[in-house]
């Protein structure tokens, strides 16, 4: 089931990755219509219209699309935060197996909500601890946990939720 699951993320994040690029491409072509009409000027509208056969109305469309989409070079690009926290798990230090698994038995079985932004290696540590009785060496785990920054943390928790524990760095 987890396999299943695995895959079916993976195709989700491909979908929304061609959803996102095809919004851009949109916008990019909005962008170029509207420098057309621009460079036209009076009546390059109709003009362009004209040109590529399609409606005024068509053109008007994309010219206020690229008046809404915004400076694309004025952002990052969408798959920033997903390159940030895979640089981030590989500077990690590797952790035996079983860690990473009493890890995302904590995740897994835990409310992660906006609270721990503030503190995630430390909210991690405290679960850990909480573990005594039924994994041996939490409190390494604890002071492992302890030891990333907010960022790694992050990481960690959001490669357990997407099921990716082989991203994980993990000693052999």
Same mark, same amino acid.
């Given at each position: 089931?987890?396999?299943?699951?695995?895959?079916?993320r993976?195709?989700?994040?491909?979908?929304?990755?061609?959803?996102r690029e095809?919004?851009?491409?949109?916008?990019?072509?909005?962008?170029?219509?509207?420098?057309?009409v621009?460079?036209?000027g009076?009546?390059?509208?109709?003009?362009? +219209?004209? /040109? *590529?056969?399609?409606?005024?109305?068509?053109?008007?469309?994309?010219? =206020?699309?690229? !008046? $809404?989409?915004?400076?694309?070079?004025?952002?990052?690009?969408h798959?920033?935060?997903?390159?940030l926290?895979?640089?981030?798990?590989?500077?990690?230090?590797?952790?035996?197996?079983?860690?990473?698994?009493?890890?995302?038995?904590?995740?897994?079985?835990?409310?992660?909500?906006?609270?721990?932004?503030?503190?995630?290696s430390?909210l991690?540590?405290?679960? +850990?601890e /909480? *573990?005594?009785?039924?994994?041996?060496?939490?409190?390494?785990?604890? =002071?492992?946990? !302890? $030891?990333?920054?907010r960022?790694?943390?992050?990481?960690?928790?959001?490669?357990?939720?997407?099921?990716?524990?082989?991203?994980l760095?993990?000693?052999?």
């Amino acid at each position: 089931m987890t396999d299943f699951l695995n895959r079916l993320r993976q195709a989700e994040q491909r979908i929304d990755h061609g959803t996102r690029e095809r919004s851009a491409g949109a916008d990019d072509k909005a962008r170029a219509i509207a420098d057309e009409v621009a460079r036209r000027g009076h009546g390059g509208a109709k003009s362009l +219209a004209g /040109d *590529l056969g399609v409606s005024e109305k068509t053109i008007s469309q994309a010219v =206020t699309r690229a !008046r $809404n989409a915004g400076n694309p070079y004025r952002a990052l690009p969408h798959d920033t935060l997903d390159r940030l926290l895979a640089l981030e798990l590989r500077d990690i230090p590797a952790l035996p197996a079983e860690h990473w698994q009493a890890l995302a038995y904590i995740v897994n079985d835990t409310i992660i909500d906006i609270t721990w932004l503030e503190e995630p290696s430390l909210l991690l540590a405290d679960e +850990a601890e /909480d *573990l005594d009785d039924e994994h041996e060496g939490t409190a390494d785990l604890a =002071t492992a946990c !302890r $030891n990333w920054t907010r960022i790694q943390a992050l990481a960690v928790i959001d490669a357990i939720l997407r099921g990716d524990l082989a991203a994980l760095p993990t000693q052999e």
